[in-house]
């Protein structure tokens, strides 16, 4: 059943159940009060009948006539006093005057006095005949009353639920299309603005925002999948296809099979390898698969190491590698060979993609109740639109990134893992001193253990 339908049968059910709650609760106060309310009733208009009667007996000191002066008020309107068709009237010694012959024990009575004298008694119907004869009609005029009120709430409350339904299930079936259009595939598919625009600041357009930024976020999945598959043959393939062309070449003698050639060889299977390193480390990270053993240790002394490790080798491209590190312990918990390891993929980058004669700065400091490690170099940078891409898979910047000075552009993205595994945070800014426009990686880790 759709949605709307099962809305519509609610909102009808809701309310026939209301209707029908009441009707029970009038039922049962109806029974409860009607007999009060008879007797009251029966006082209050004896009395009242009484003084009118009275006042005639005082005028023509009898009753003579008193037939057609009661046909006289009921033709006069509703000023004058309503006479019951039950109503009887006795003489001073309770002799039947008019009305209906009913025993006097089944009467209720009230006294007519003219000057302190009894002259008379008026009495009506109580006995449970009457009363159930009279209870009867009333129920039955209330039960019609009660009929058409709820016909009437009923045909309001279709009209109502229909279009309140009409109107809440519309945006949830826009919704629903929405997610099938999602689950066959079609990620640039949005819910429109004016769709959007019409709802109110609810939960309906929450979902409806959170639609569009899942669609979103598919679009970019999926974007990212391709890019990142169409990546992967490239770097897979371009390896391989170098050392089968050299295997070949040696094989038909084109080339000689000496030592340089098996060397050249065995420096694409060590790229290969290091690249299916690189990949495997990296599926692990994306999984939680891999593996970290945390304890405290001395973050300073991971980067002292790391730094005297580089040293020789930016002095040999003429780069001077500047070291600020406190000389107190930052005791972080963390796993020593990872932290290695991101120290080694951020510095080798460092050491690849700057120029010739210029500097890189790693400095290490406790700020806030965090340590924040951050490494800047000068020349040549990268562009606004490469900075938002260096963490993605397999992303090299084409102007720096190539394979003979560059990776697979991986390194900055098992960076980002093993920061993250480490509850730190890493980001990329320019780094713009003077003339030079460098990059600066900057993470922050919350610090643990004791200093």
Same mark, same amino acid.
């Given at each position: ?14 309310? !026939? ?11 049962? *106060? ?58 009887? !009237? ?103 603005? *004016?769709?959007?625009?019409?709802? $109110? ?14 669609? /979103?976020?598919?679009?970019? *999945? ?51 390898? $290091?690249?299916?390193?690189?990949? /495997? ?70 050491? $690849? ?9 790693? *400095? ?5 109740? $965090? ?22 898979? !397999? ?57």
């Amino acid at each position: 059943m759709r949605i709307r339908n099962q809305f519509l049968l609610t909102l009808l059910g809701a309310c !026939l159940v209301i209707l029908l709650v009441t009707s029970v609760l009038m039922q049962f *106060s109806f029974q409860r009060s009607l007999d009060q309310y008879l007797s009251q009733r029966q006082h209050a208009l004896l009395t009242e009948l009484s003084s009118e009667f009275s006042e005639y007996y005082d005028h023509y000191g009898s009753f003579d006539g008193i037939t057609l002066r009661t046909l006289i008020w009921g033709a006069e309107g509703p000023s004058q006093p309503h006479i019951p068709p039950d109503l009887v !009237l006795l003489d001073s010694a309770r002799a039947p005057i008019f009305g209906p012959p009913i025993p006097t024990g089944e009467l209720t009575l009230r006294v007519i006095k003219v000057s302190g004298e009894t002259v008379g008694w008026l009495g009506l119907p109580n006995s449970p005949e009457a009363r159930a004869d009279i209870e009867h009609r009333f129920a039955r005029k209330q039960r019609n009353l009660l009929l058409s009120i709820a016909s009437a709430t009923l045909c309001l409350a279709f009209i109502g639920a229909w279009w309140l339904s009409r109107k809440l299930v519309k945006p949830i079936e826009a919704v629903a299309t929405f997610s099938r259009t999602l689950r066959d595939g079609d990620f640039k598919q949005r819910l429109s603005g *004016s769709f959007l625009r019409t709802q $109110k600041s609810d939960e309906l357009k929450q979902l409806s925002s959170s639609m569009n930024s899942l669609a /979103h976020s598919l679009e970019q *999945s999926h974007s990212s999948r391709q890019r990142w598959l169409a990546d992967l043959s490239h770097e897979l393939r371009t390896p391989v296809t170098v050392m089968r062309a050299e295997l070949e070449a040696m094989q038909d003698g084109v080339r000689p099979l000496d030592q340089h050639q098996i060397n050249a060889v065995l420096s694409e299977t060590l790229h290969l390898t $290091k690249l299916l390193d690189d990949l /495997h480390d990296l599926s692990l990270a994306d999984v939680g698969a891999l593996r970290y053993r945390m304890e405290p240790i001395d973050f300073g002394d991971i980067v002292r190491v790391s730094c005297a490790s580089y040293e020789p080798l930016f002095s040999a491209k003429q780069q001077q590698l500047i070291c600020h590190i406190p000389s107190a312990p930052l005791i972080q918990n963390g796993d020593a060979v990872r932290l290695r390891q991101l120290l080694d993929n951020l510095l080798s980058n460092a050491l $690849k993609y700057t120029d010739n004669g210029t500097n890189v700065d790693v *400095s290490l400091e406790q700020h806030a109740g $965090k340590i924040i490690l951050s490494i800047k170099d000068d020349s040549p940078g990268v562009s606004d639109e490469q900075l938002a891409h260096l963490f993605d898979h !397999l992303y090299r910047v084409e102007n720096s990134r190539n394979r003979h000075t560059g990776g697979a552009g991986l390194g900055l993205a098992i960076c980002q893992r093993i920061v993250e595994a480490h509850q730190g945070t890493i980001k990329a800014h320019h780094n713009n001193v003077g003339e030079t426009h460098g990059l600066a990686i900057e993470i922050h880790f919350t610090r643990g253990g004791k200093s």
